[in-house]
Antibody
Framework: EVQLVESGGGLVKPGGSLRLSCAAS????????MNWVRQAPGKGLEWVSS????????YYADSVKGRFTISRDNAKNSLYLQMNSLRAEDTAVYYC??????????????WGQGTLVTVSS | EIVMTQSPATLSVSPGERATLSCRAS??????LAWYQQKPGQAPRLLIY???TRATGIPARFSGSGSGTEFTLTISSLQSEDFAVYYC???????????FGQGTKLEIK
């Protein structure tokens, strides 16, 4: 069974940093691209970042470029999101999602339950 | 950036009836269009990919159609568990970028 479990969320002050993790199991992690998608309270979904299976290709939404860094450790079956210079508008539930197919999957077939990041003074 | 617009924002339908949800792209996305279902407090679930292919385990009452800029998700006979928010999502491969629609809330009439 595919499982994605996020952790690392919490309350942080504006300008602060946080590192999210996503532990994957039930599939060959190193064969799939991985993604972060967020959802502000009561709002819709927003793609944040993607990383290819071997970390060769990395992409970011303009809203987080230069502040967030995605990475993965295939030996540990883990995905990460380092978030720096956090702003109030980064407050959201952050989901880890698996790319369904290919180096740049057009969609996401499995999602974790999410971890809440709150940016507030 | 490609903008995805879903309509209507809210759709009220009785159980057993058909629901039709629309998604429009600001420019062609070919067939790089997916649909997701999200229930309160849960993660999204992939329903349809490639505009018309059902994901693993998705019931046949869900169907997707369209290409280019106009897409439709149809639920042929609504079950109680189908009342949720539905999102469309496009994929652009250069530059790599994903955009979601704002969602359609499907509620019980």
């Amino acid at each position: 069974e595919v499982q994605l479990v996020e952790s690392g969320g919490g309350l942080v002050k504006p300008g602060g940093s946080l590192r999210l993790s996503c532990a994957a199991s039930g599939f060959t992690f190193s064969s799939y691209s991985m993604n972060w998608v967020r959802q502000a309270p009561g709002k819709g979904l927003e793609w944040v970042s993607s990383i290819s299976s071997s970390s060769s290709y990395i992409y970011y939404a303009d809203s987080v470029k230069g502040r967030f860094t995605i990475s993965r450790d295939n030996a540990k079956n883990s995905l990460y999101l380092q978030m720096n210079s956090l702003r109030a508008e980064d407050t959201a539930v952050y989901y880890c999602a698996r790319g369904r197919v290919g180096a740049h999957s057009p969609d996401f077939d499995y999602w974790g339950q999410g971890t809440l990041v709150t940016v507030s003074s | 950036e490609i903008v995805m617009t879903q309509s209507p924002a809210t759709l009220s339908v009785s159980p057993g009836e058909r629901a039709t949800l629309s998604c429009r792209a600001s420019q062609s996305v070919s067939s790089n269009l997916a649909w997701y279902q999200q229930k309160p407090g849960q993660a999204p679930r992939l329903l349809i990919y490639g505009a018309s292919t059902r994901a693993t385990g998705i019931p046949a009452r869900f169907s997707g159609s369209g290409s280019g800029t106009e897409f439709t998700l149809t639920i042929s006979s609504l079950q109680s568990e189908d009342f949720a928010v539905y999102y469309c999502q496009q994929y652009n491969n250069w530059p790599v970028h994903y955009t979601f629609g704002q969602g359609t809330k499907l509620e019980i009439k």
